[in-house]
């Protein structure tokens, strides 16, 4: 297991395509979340799930954004009719909760570059 | 909300000297903080969170929650500390998701 593992590594799209991203997070890995990162910006929550349930997204997600992660391994970003403002670097990250603290270890892949034309 | 923040977005110093990564957060509940950083053409990774209590890599980081600041300190920098570094928080009441600050690039100069 060499960790997240995210397809595309890049992806040049012209406005109003739309694009689909993979993540393989660590196999016994029971937590999947989506960051989106611009430049000179920290990562910016975008959705997470615990196994196949989606439990969280961000109200900053508009609704051409849709998230998968149909058997609870991997799981599917795609943005439809996708904008300029979309360009940005798309981070995977998993882990594996147990119990209610907030404090696990979040490990994060190299993510996926979009560039929106 | 959650809210991060780290004031600087660029700290230079030389090898051997001490070096603090300033964060302040605002969140009126109990959080949890962690410091994450990215090497050059490497992934972002956990360096340490607070619940830990832990050193790593010479890093110690204390909360203040009365000053609501997690602050980064190193007392001798080395050149391989050059990174992006960025504070996050979470909490079980912010339903788990971490709010992360704008970073702040490390250079050690030799």
């Known amino acids: 297991d060499t960790g997240v593992s995210q397809n595309p590594r890049h992806k040049i799209t012209k406005r109003g395509q739309n694009v689909t991203f993979r993540c393989d997070p660590i196999?016994?890995?029971?937590?999947l979340y989506w960051y989106r990162q611009t430049l000179g910006q920290g990562p910016e929550f975008l959705t997470y799930?615990?196994?196949?349930?989606?439990?969280?997204k961000s109200r900053l997600l508009s609704d051409r954004f849709s998230a998968e992660r149909p058997k609870g391994s991997f799981s599917t970003l795609e943005i439809q009719r996708t904008e300029q403002g979309d360009s940005a670097m798309y981070l995977c990250?998993?882990?594996?909760?147990?119990?209610?603290?907030?404090?696990?270890?979040?490990?994060f892949g190299s993510g996926t570059q979009l560039s929106v034309l | 909300a959650q809210r991060v923040t780290q004031p600087e977005k660029l700290l230079s110093v030389f090898k051997g000297a001490p070096v603090e990564l300033k964060c302040n957060y605002s969140?009126?509940?109990?959080?949890?903080l962690f410091w994450y950083v990215q090497y050059s053409r490497q992934r972002l990774q956990l360096l340490l969170r607070?619940?830990s209590r832990e050193s790593i890599k010479g890093f110690t980081a204390d909360l203040n929650k009365g000053e609501t600041s997690f602050h980064l300190k190193k007392p001798f920098a080395q050149e391989e500390d050059s990174a992006m570094y960025y504070c996050?928080?979470?909490?079980?009441?912010?339903?788990?998701?971490?709010?992360f600050g704008g970073g702040t690039r490390v250079l050690v100069k030799p």
């Open positions: 990250a998993s882990s594996f909760r147990a119990g209610g603290t907030p404090n696990e270890k979040l490990f």
């Open positions: 196999s016994e890995h029971n937590r």
């Open positions: 799930f615990q196994n196949e349930a989606q439990l969280e």
């Open positions: 969140y009126s509940g109990s959080p949890e």
């Open positions: 607070h619940i």
């Open positions: 996050a928080l979470t909490s079980k009441a912010a339903g788990n998701k971490l709010t």
